[in-house]
């Protein structure tokens, strides 16, 4: 299925020099300014003030500090693997920005940032106080919210990003499980199956009307219609789709691009004649 992306730009925000900008590559920016502010607290000793940005269950629900929903995810203490974190980031958010929209890459963003701090909140009032900071699971379920858009596509020694999505996923779990690190193995989970949920409905493959029951249409011969419209060549869209699933968005040539959006509008436009 060709993905509607009316919901916002694929094209970057702009472009320095020759690399582009995308909403994803701003964040990136955004996180890693803020690496350096917390690396400049921990310096000055403002352990309290570092505190008072992660998430507590106990601070949102006892001293209503509710921007700790937010800023949990920018309080990051120097350390080697962030630099992964932002990788994943811009790589495999550009790449789900370039395909289906600005709007729902942010759409896909928000919801890994806000749902474990909202889950973990109704935790608390059950009585299961927690405190988690940092975007690691963020982070890394853009990649996984990648592997569901691209599972096909190959990647380090020719394995599929699916497959390797799965095996980090797996490794994770079983070190925070390993070390009783329950809250990052709940955000872990949390934030996983949400990105595949998100993906899935931002593209289209799963939707409300697919879930209720349908009633079974009467039978009734309809003469076919004569349609001047070009029929854009379905080998030549496949062609491009491999292409896409294989190297990314990001591979295409202009030409192909503008083919593989004329397939898209008379998709649309076929739709609601039928």
Same mark, same amino acid.
């Given at each position: 299925m060709i993905a509607d992306r009316n919901s916002g730009s694929t094209s970057p925000l702009t472009w320095v020099g020759s690399f582009p900008v995308y909403a994803s590559t701003v964040l990136a920016v955004v996180h890693a300014a803020a690496m350096v502010l917390t690396a400049i607290a921990m310096a000055a000793g403002a352990e309290a003030l570092i505190q008072s940005f992660g998430f507590s269950s106990r601070a949102v629900l006892e001293n209503h500090k509710l921007w700790q929903v937010v800023t949990y995810a920018f309080v990051h203490p120097p350390d080697i693997l962030f630099l992964l974190e932002i990788y994943l980031l811009?790589?495999?958010?550009?790449?789900?920005? @370039?395909?289906?929209?600005?709007?729902?890459?942010?759409?896909?963003?928000?919801?890994?940032?806000?749902?474990?701090?909202?889950?973990?909140?109704?935790?608390?009032?059950?009585?299961? @106080?927690?405190?988690?900071?940092?975007?690691?699971?963020?982070?890394?379920?853009?990649?996984?919210?990648?592997?569901?858009?691209?599972?096909?596509?190959?990647?380090?020694?020719?394995?599929?990003?699916?497959w390797i999505a799965l095996a980090l996923f797996a490794i994770s779990a079983l070190?925070?499980?390993?070390?009783?690190?329950?809250?990052?193995?709940?955000?872990?989970?949390? %934030?996983?199956?949400?990105?595949?949920?998100?993906?899935?409905?931002?593209?289209?493959?799963?939707?409300? %009307?697919?879930?209720?029951?349908?009633?079974?249409?009467?039978?009734?011969?309809?003469?076919?219609?004569?349609?001047?419209?070009?029929?854009?060549?379905?080998?030549?869209?496949?062609?491009i789709l491999e292409k896409i699933s294989s190297s990314g968005m990001g591979s295409l040539t202009i030409k192909e691009r503008s083919r593989l959006e004329e397939a898209r509008r008379e998709l649309i436009e076929k739709d609601r004649k039928d």
């Amino acid at each position: 299925m060709i993905a509607d992306r009316n919901s916002g730009s694929t094209s970057p925000l702009t472009w320095v020099g020759s690399f582009p900008v995308y909403a994803s590559t701003v964040l990136a920016v955004v996180h890693a300014a803020a690496m350096v502010l917390t690396a400049i607290a921990m310096a000055a000793g403002a352990e309290a003030l570092i505190q008072s940005f992660g998430f507590s269950s106990r601070a949102v629900l006892e001293n209503h500090k509710l921007w700790q929903v937010v800023t949990y995810a920018f309080v990051h203490p120097p350390d080697i693997l962030f630099l992964l974190e932002i990788y994943l980031l811009v790589v495999f958010g550009r790449e789900i920005e @370039s395909f289906l929209g600005r709007n729902a890459f942010l759409t896909l963003y928000a919801t890994l940032l806000l749902l474990p701090p909202l889950v973990l909140t109704l935790a608390g009032l059950a009585g299961f @106080s927690s405190i988690y900071t940092g975007s690691s699971a963020l982070h890394f379920s853009v990649f996984i919210a990648f592997a569901t858009l691209y599972p096909t596509a190959q990647m380090f020694f020719s394995i599929q990003a699916r497959w390797i999505a799965l095996a980090l996923f797996a490794i994770s779990a079983l070190q925070y499980l390993a070390y009783a690190m329950r809250t990052s193995l709940l955000v872990l989970v949390l %934030d996983s199956a949400a990105a595949i949920v998100t993906i899935q409905l931002l593209r289209g493959s799963w939707s409300i %009307d697919s879930l209720l029951p349908q009633k079974r249409p009467h039978l009734r011969v309809v003469e076919p219609e004569k349609r001047s419209e070009r029929v854009i060549p379905p080998a030549s869209i496949d062609a491009i789709l491999e292409k896409i699933s294989s190297s990314g968005m990001g591979s295409l040539t202009i030409k192909e691009r503008s083919r593989l959006e004329e397939a898209r509008r008379e998709l649309i436009e076929k739709d609601r004649k039928d």
